[in-house]
């Protein structure tokens, strides 16, 4: 018997595509796809159906799972990542940052002390921009210094974005005005971007969370923030513990306002603060 088509459209749409494409989200990214978000799936996959001439779901499922479809497979996983972002979200965490870590470190950080700090699920940007725009207010020169914020996303697209550090003026309103008059730059046209100051502090890579980590750290603080919630629970607590192994003890780990610590990583931290943990050992633990 045909499945039941499982969303509207100009597709067609069943649940055997659904699976597949839930499957293999899952296995490539971690990211669990509960069968309340197909008309969600449809929405966003439909505009690659039409990009690529294609006439169903079932046809691009066959396409995604061929030893040709690997690109598209890439591209598959880019349009179902949630993007919401923006500068300062959850001000809270950049609050505490600029004084838990920068300002007590700021005197051994301008003799030669380094500093790392990580953004894991970057998407387009605005979170690590919004950690250097809140170590420059502290330390005007860091470029000057071992300073570094590496941040990260499985979305090549969004990556290519946050390169530009170009963003409309609407999206920087939540940017304290002495900041956007220090270090951002009206384009002409509407947008304002970074100046070389906050750019310089950031590097932007590929990284899948559940593939391997080139990076050794030790960091002193990984905003992982509004990603955990999208794995499974067995997916959380595996990342929160490597999560935990490349930061330093003292170290913090700042999850989203809807994320909690779960699995062996909780006797590895304690809560300091709203969805902000500091990892157990260091001269204050």
């Known amino acids: ?153 499985i979305n090549p697209i969004v990556l290519e974005q946050a390169r530009k550090a170009t963003y409309p003026a609407e999206e920087v309103v939540s940017v304290p005005a002495d900041m956007r008059k220090s270090w951002m730059e009206p384009t002409g046209i509407g947008t304002l971007r970074l100046d070389e100051a906050p750019r310089g502090l950031v590097s932007f890579r590929p990284l899948n969370l559940i593939g391997s980590w080139p990076m050794k750290g030790p960091f002193d603080a990984v905003f992982c923030r509004n990603v955990v919630i999208y794995f499974d629970e067995k997916t959380q607590m595996r990342l929160l513990t490597r999560l935990s192994s490349l930061l330093r003890p003292g170290g913090y780990l700042y999850l989203g306002h809807s994320e909690r610590m779960v699995g062996p990583a909780e006797a590895l931290f304690r809560l300091e603060g709203t969805t902000t943990y500091r990892k157990l050992g260091g001269d204050h633990a």
């Open 1 to 153: 018997m045909k499945d039941r088509a499982l969303a509207s459209g100009e597709f067609g749409f069943d649940r055997s595509d659904f699976a597949f494409i839930a499957t293999t989200l899952y296995e490539d990214a971690g990211i669990s796809l509960p069968a309340s978000k197909a008309n969600l799936v449809y929405s966003r996959l439909a505009k690659r159906l039409r990009a690529l001439g294609l006439e169903s779901f079932r046809d691009y499922c066959e396409l995604v799972g061929s030893d040709e479809g690997s690109e598209e497979r890439t591209q598959m996983i880019a349009a179902l990542t949630t993007n919401v972002t923006r500068f300062f979200r959850e001000p809270h965490h950049f609050d505490h940052l600029r004084r838990k870590v920068v300002e007590p470190a700021a005197a051994e950080i301008r003799q030669g002390r380094r500093l790392r700090i990580w953004s894991a699920g970057c998407s387009s940007g605005q979170e690590p921009y919004s950690i250097a725009l809140t170590l420059l207010s502290v330390i005007p020169d860091a470029r000057a210094y071992d300073v570094r914020i590496l941040a990260t996303d």
